[in-house]
């Protein structure tokens, strides 16, 4: 009874397979082109991407308020009272005269009241009250302003919201291909995590025909008791071995849940493609032009740096005198209709032209400048630093995928070797030639050859996925 308790946990681990396999059965398979389409509406950092186009686009929009005309309004009615007032006033006394012309007619007038001890007019003071007094007042204004010249400070604005916009463009470009080079990428590992089990999972059914072949061999009295407990051994690494894959696998399909914009527990299975990569048709230096033409980062920062070009011109031309005209159309009446009708009467009317000079405003300007100064050498550095970043992406890819399509071939020489050293030295077991040490061992050489075939076939695309993303060529090698 004890010694089939053994075989429990290989039960268990076939059950889990087989599950798996069902599982994969019963879902819809994605590609990796529904990958992409579905990570494009869904993945939180291109949509933002794309939020940060449409804010710059409006920030453009904005920016052409400084040239054009500025045409406001202004509509009030209400109803007015002024209290109870009272009021001192100087008041000049006059009194009455008759005074005879030329002619001898008489006239009737009215003179100041002398002071005889000053000899100046005699003034007196009165207090004057209103009574509390409620109206209706009702007003039109339109209003006209535009700017006629300002040392191009306006147009350099609207130069540097449009070098913000190609930025954030080229944001978005950076922002597409990161979504493609990243679900590609963890599609490659997962259908890698998934051929990865597959192996194990074959592993552990070798080693339990080993096993089962070595116990009979030992109820016989073939081989020793120390046989048994080898392949034992070799038994449990291949199932630990296979739960640590099965592990991986649910990791990367939540990688690449995630990667897609989904939650990481949603249930995906893809479909497999043929690992199969190529040596790059670049050299690398010609890699290193390719992946600075197309690089949308680096575009990104010439553009920050134009901007912050035009955005030191912009400041430079706040110190300068503004040009500008103006015209003011009002109506105030307390009748409704002497307001909003008859528009040639009761009016004021104002035209003008404006020069405003910025004699001194708390060295704001020349900060601005120093800033926009700073903006343009950050912009150079980073632009820079992405280009060394980028050939440092680009010689690593390159060269991984060098290395791996060499190790990938090696590894079929590998495997064919260690399936006929597997082979003879199971043969040599049989007619008792050989030892169940050199079975072991070939068994193991044979797992290991099969996992790093796979592994390094897997490794060769998804370094041949980071070189086509350094390259800025990620969208147009998407076939599958």
């Known amino acids: 009874m004890v010694k089939y308790l053994r075989f429990v946990p290989m039960l268990i681990l076939s059950m889990v397979v087989f599950a798996n396999g069902v599982s994969a059965q019963n879902g819809k398979a994605h590609s990796l082109d529904e990958c992409m389409q579905i990570a494009l509406k869904s993945n939180s950092s291109y949509r933002n991407a794309i939020n940060r186009v449409d804010w710059a686009g ?19 009615s209400g109803k007015n009272t002024r209290g109870q007032t009272q009021n001192a006033q100087d008041i000049t006394e006059f009194v009455p005269l008759t005074l005879q012309d030329v002619n001898g007619q008489s006239h009737n007038i009215l003179a100041t009241r002398l002071d005889p001890a000053t000899g100046g007019p005699v003034i007196d003071r009165l207090e004057f009250s209103s009574p509390t007094r409620s109206f209706w007042g009702h007003s039109l204004t339109l209003r006209y302003d535009q700017t006629l010249f300002d040392f191009g400070r306006s147009w350099s604005t609207i130069k540097q919201a449009k070098a913000s916009f190609d930025a954030s463009s080229q944001d978005l470009v950076s922002a597409r291909q990161d979504v493609y080079s990243q679900v590609k990428q963890r599609y490659i590992e997962l259908l890698k995590a998934v051929r990865l089990e597959q192996e194990f ?73 043929e690992a199969a990569t190529k040596d790059p048709s670049l050299n690398l230096d010609a890699a290193y032009i390719e992946a600075e033409r197309n690089n949308p980062q680096l575009r990104r920062f010439e553009y920050d740096m134009k901007g912050a070009e035009h955005g030191r011109r912009a400041a430079k031309g706040s110190m300068l005198p503004t040009i500008g005209i103006g015209a003011t159309y009002s109506r105030n009446n307390e009748e409704l209709g002497r307001v909003y009708g008859a528009i040639d009467q009761n009016y004021f009317l104002t035209v003008g032209a404006s020069l405003s000079f910025n004699i001194f405003n708390g060295f704001s300007d020349q900060a601005e400048v120093n800033r926009q100064s700073a903006n343009y050498s ?40 260690a399936e006929e050293e597997y082979r003879l030295a199971k043969e040599r077991y049989r007619v008792g030639a050989g030892t169940q040490l050199e079975v072991t061992e070939a068994q193991v050489s044979l797992t290991r050859a099969r996992v790093q075939l796979v592994s390094s076939k897997y490794d060769a695309m998804i370094a041949q996925t980071q070189l086509e993303a350094a390259m800025g060529t990620i969208e147009g090698n998407n076939a599958e």
């Open 378 to 417: 950050i912009a150079k550095e980073n632009w820079l630093d992405q280009k060394r970043n980028l050939h440092l992406q680009v010689k690593q890819a390159f060269l991984n995928l060098e290395g791996f399509n060499k190790i990938s071939q090696i590894n079929q020489t590998r495997l064919r070797s």
């Open 58 to 76: 409006a920030n453009v929009k904005g920016s052409y308020s400084m040239i054009l005309p500025r045409i406001s309004s202004t509509l009030q």
């Open 201 to 273: 999972t074959q592993a552990v059914e070798r080693s339990r025909q080993e096993l089962k072949r070595t116990q009979s061999m030992f109820e016989i009295g073939s081989v020793a008791l120390i046989d048994v407990y080898r392949q034992e051994v070799i038994l449990g690494t291949d199932e630990i071995n296979l739960i640590t894959q099965q592990t991986t696998v649910r990791i990367a399909r939540g990688n690449l849940n995630v990667a897609m914009g989904r939650d990481p527990e949603e249930v995906i299975h893809v479909v497999d493609i």
